[in-house]
T-cell receptor, first 113, second 108 residues
Framework: SQTIHQWPATLVQPVGSPLSLECTVEGTSNPNLYWYRQAAGRGLQLLFYSVGIGQISSEVPQNLSASRPQDRQFILSSKKLLLSDSGFYLC????????????FGPGTRLTVL | DAKTTQPTSMDCAEGRAANLPCNHSTISGNEYVYWYRQIHSQGPQYIIHGLKNNETNEMASLIITEDRKSSTLILPHATLRDTAVYYCIVTAGNQFYFGTGTSLTVIP
């Protein structure tokens, strides 16, 4: 069966520090991968999605970036965090067909102080 | 941007059916309707999806109007564990745009 992992589960970082969140998927190949952010009391915002290694589409311009160095690995990064980057970050995968549902990881709660 | 409109919150008595409406008046012919729910501090969970026919699975039923401009998610016998935020999404591709959803509270 397929599983999706995210780490760390929680993170507290000072403003201006770098960020690296990792997401890996097991039990499937060639997944579509997604990064979402959920600010407090808000809906989920799609940040990035990837249909293959090295292929990243950005939905919202910001100080975040994403990379997909391996088929089942998706990384969210920032060189300098802002206070507004605080939130709940979720990684998801889908099977590649347009009608396939997305499966979400457990999320990383990031607090920028 | 989300293409759906949902009520902000709803209450439902435990054991009764919960009917969650969603308006998607600008839906295109190739767009599916998806429903997810998110229990506090967890990732969203897939519930059901459909194109134009009504759908049913072990979790819920999805009723889509004939003109496809609205749909209703039905939880037939709501339990306390169904308390969550429910998101209605329309999409033709891989990008899902979540709105703020409906916060459903199941009351004992």
């Amino acid at each position: 069966s397929q599983t999706i992992h995210q780490w760390p589960a929680t993170l507290v970082q000072p403003v201006g520090s770098p960020l690296s969140l990792e997401c890996t998927v097991e039990g499937t190949s060639n997944p579509n991968l997604y990064w979402y952010r959920q600010a407090a009391g808000r809906g989920l915002q799609l940040l990035f999605y990837s249909v293959g290694i090295g292929q990243i589409s950005s939905e919202v311009p910001q100080n975040l970036s994403a990379s997909r160095p391996q088929d089942r690995q998706f990384i969210l990064s920032s060189k300098k965090l802002l206070l507004s980057d605080s939130g709940f970050y979720l990684c998801a995968w889908s099977g590649g067909q347009s009608y396939n549902e997305q499966f979400f990881g457990p999320g990383t709660r990031l607090t920028v102080l | 941007d989300a293409k759906t409109t949902q009520p902000t919150s709803m209450d439902c008595a435990e054991g009764r059916a919960a009917n969650l409406p969603c308006n998607h008046s600008t839906i295109s012919g190739n767009e599916y309707v998806y429903w997810y729910r998110q229990i506090h501090s967890q990732g969203p969970q897939y519930i059901i999806h459909g194109l134009k026919n009504n759908e049913t699975n072990e979790m819920a039923s999805l009723i889509i109007t004939e003109d496809r401009k609205s749909s209703t998610l039905i939880l037939p016998h709501a339990t306390l564990r169904d308390t969550a935020v429910y998101y209605c999404i329309v999409t033709a591709g891989n990008q899902f745009y979540f709105g703020t959803g409906t916060s459903l509270t199941v009351i004992p």
